[in-house]
């Protein structure tokens, strides 16, 4: 082997090595151990602890059955250790490590995120609602009421679940409850006052109608749905200036039309009707209403 060669190898070696020597910089002869607890001070099992010397790396740990956890081989340093479980929050320590002098045991608790907790439960709790399990998701909702009495915004989770079974009197109950506990949701109001209109108690839903705030309504179908009610009680007059406010405030959703042109055939204005015949089938060609609509259109020629 020549000269060159030789130079060369020597080279790679020394960079493998100081490559290898960098990667490995916060390993030494020191030591962490600890304890994580909760609130109560019950041992949390499979907390992940992550230790790391800034600019060298470091090493991950969990904790075992009584909440221990230790990491031997360190250097000595300032180490940053992160303490992660899940539905807990996270907290980051600073502890000082010199080998060969122990380190007193770290004692740490974890409080609980409450926000992820309830958005936990919430989540399962809307999995049971699409699938129709409404007694299963009300028990999930029921639960976390009972554990977290400022979580009232359940409330009308509660009340769609009590709705889909017809059982129309605790609706009720559990959107008044949700409207008291935040009168600013202006959605509560709609949804209330049409579950009112719906079962003929207009001057209730009227007298709730009278706060909402229109400007803070998001969704046409807030006011859709109060005009259907009403006109599956046969008044047309009452439903309409609803239909009118979903097409002055959201003028490119079509259900509106097709329903206002309902209220305008059934008081004979036949030029009206086929406008909004017209329009809706412009906006919502594919509407399970289109095929009707257009009879309705060739009819009215």
Known sequence: MNVLKRIF???VVLMLSASLASAQSWRGMG?????VTD???????????KLNLPGAGGMEVKT???GEWSAGGISRGEWQVDFEFPTYEPRRISVSIAELTRVPPVEITLKQDLNEVIRIEMVKAGELLNQKKYPEARAVYQALLAKYPNAYRVEPYIARSYYAEKNFDEAVKHLKI????????????MRLAN?????GRLDEGRQVMATVDDSMIKDPAIYVNIGIS???????????PYFEKAITRFPADGSAYYYRALVRLQQGDTAGT????AKFLELSPNAPEAAAAKKALEQLK
Do not use: H, S, Y
Request: hydrophobic share 35%; aromatic share 0%; glycine share 10%.
């Open 178 to 189: 949700a409207v008291d506990k935040d009168p600013g949701d202006q959605e509560n109001k």
């Open 31 to 35: 030591r962490a151990a600890g304890k």
């Open 9 to 11: 190898l020597a080279m």
């Open 64 to 66: 075992n059955k009584k």
């Open 230 to 240: 009403l006109l599956n009680q046969n008044k047309g007059p009452d439903a309409l």
């Open 195 to 199: 579950i009112l209109m719906e079962q």
């Open 39 to 49: 609130e109560a001070g019950k041992p949390l099992e499979g907390v992940t602890v």
């Open 274 to 277: 086929k406008a909004d015949l």
